[in-house]
């Protein structure tokens, strides 16, 4: 599940910074500072560098860190998804009080919300939230021993 994750983030990237749903180009700067009542580029205050430091660093750098360590630390492979379900809130909550498209909110609502569902549901089935045993399987917890079952990976 932690490559989905990396996966569904480009196509949203794309979305916010490539071409808009609604055809516009670069469009979540602007986005971003109408919603905080700023002037729109170049007039905004925030700089440029903020969205090349958030998307490089936290998402190209911690998302695929995530991803890589997934298949020996599953909890890993999930915690990106924390970023990927705030992002779905702060692009669908605003859309759905203003009636209004945003930036990004197409792929949260066609990818971020299937991707952190199914990530949510394989989390919860699994009793495996650690590194696997010696033995390659995850180690049983006192519940899934006694009724002799072994979560799935």
């Not at 809130?89 to 203003?98: C, E, G, K, S």
């Amino acid at each position: 599940m932690g490559w989905v994750a990396v996966v569904v983030y480009l196509f949203h990237n794309f979305e916010e910074y490539g071409i808009a749903a609604d055809g516009a180009h670069h469009a979540f700067p602007d986005s971003l500072c109408t919603t905080l009542n700023q002037s729109a580029y170049p007039q905004c205050p925030i700089p440029t560098e903020f969205y090349l430091f958030v998307n490089i660093g936290l998402i190209w750098v911690v998302a695929v860190i995530c991803a890589l360590l997934a298949r020996k630390y599953v909890m890993m492979g999930s915690a990106f998804y924390s970023i990927v379900i705030v992002n779905c809130f702060f692009h669908i909550v605003p859309a759905v009080v203003t009636g209004t498209y945003n930036p990004g909110l197409l792929a949260a609502v066609v990818m971020f919300l299937p991707a952190s569902t199914c990530c949510s549901s394989s989390t919860q089935a699994s009793s495996c939230w650690s590194a696997p045993s010696s033995k390659g399987r995850c180690p049983q917890s006192a519940a899934t021993a006694k009724t002799g079952t072994q979560a799935a990976r």
